[in-house]
């Protein structure tokens, strides 16, 4: 059983280890310009085993219908410093001839009712295996860092509650997203300023390893 999840999870390591490098690419070619870079930094998993099950049960998908039906088996998450630049991420990957867009959710301008805002695109991305061309879906979260600091305290407390919150719980992470929101607005209104100050920053940094 363990070696035919292995098999079955090899195209998707694999696509997740080839996107990290490819999306992480884009960071390090804004770096080398001195340019603000709209990705901050960019992570990447394999769904574990246990969570595709559960998955699958919640949502009623056959395990032989996985590959077609589960769309977040391999995942990448690009962290942003303003909300703008989920934008012009999201543009730099349609640009892209690696890999097919399929799908885009947009849940900042839809937010969820608990509060998770985020914006979800899936992809069609080829793997190349002794086997010849395998496509394989891949979701890519784009978010703030305060979107993800939201998102990461919410999914550990959904762990302790199995999803269902007790009410005073639920209602304060709904402040704390209004919170981000909040948050992500003024900083977006000082994203000039904050510029200046990194670039100001990055060329100390830069001379001082030059001397
Ligand atoms: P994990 O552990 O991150 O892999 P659904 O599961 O019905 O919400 P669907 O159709 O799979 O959604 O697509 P969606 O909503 O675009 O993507 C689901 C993924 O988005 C989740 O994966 C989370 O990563 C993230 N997400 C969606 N809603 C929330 C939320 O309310 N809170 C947090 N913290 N994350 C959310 P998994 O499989 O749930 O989990």
Not at 43 to 48: A, I, Y
């Amino acid at each position: 059983m363990i070696r035919h999840w292995d098999l079955f999870l090899a195209p998707y390591k694999q696509a997740v280890e080839e996107l990290k490098v490819k999306l992480k690419g884009i960071r390090s070619q804004y770096d080398m310009k001195s340019t603000h870079s709209p990705i901050e930094f960019v992570t990447g998993r394999v769904k574990p085993i246990a969570s595709i099950l559960d998955k699958a049960t919640r949502k009623g998908i056959s395990l032989d219908r996985l590959e077609e039906e589960m769309q977040d088996i391999a995942g990448l998450r690009m962290m942003c410093q303003f909300t703008d630049d989920i934008k012009a991420v999201v543009e730099l990957l349609r640009q892209r001839t690696d890999f097919e867009l399929i799908e885009e959710r947009d849940y900042i301008l839809h937010k969820k009712e608990s509060g998770y805002r985020s914006y979800h695109v899936v992809v069609c991305y080829p793997v190349q295996t002794i086997k010849g061309e395998k496509r394989i879906l891949v979701e890519i979260q784009i978010r703030t860092l305060a979107m993800n600091f939201w998102a990461t305290i919410e999914h550990s407390l959904n762990y302790k509650y199995s999803g269902k919150f007790p009410e005073n719980i639920k209602k304060r992470l709904q402040r704390a997203s209004e919170a981000a929101t909040q948050l992500d607005e003024e900083m977006s209104q000082i994203r000039g300023e904050i510029q200046e100050a990194q670039a100001i920053f990055s060329r100390k940094k830069e001379s001082a390893e030059e001397s």
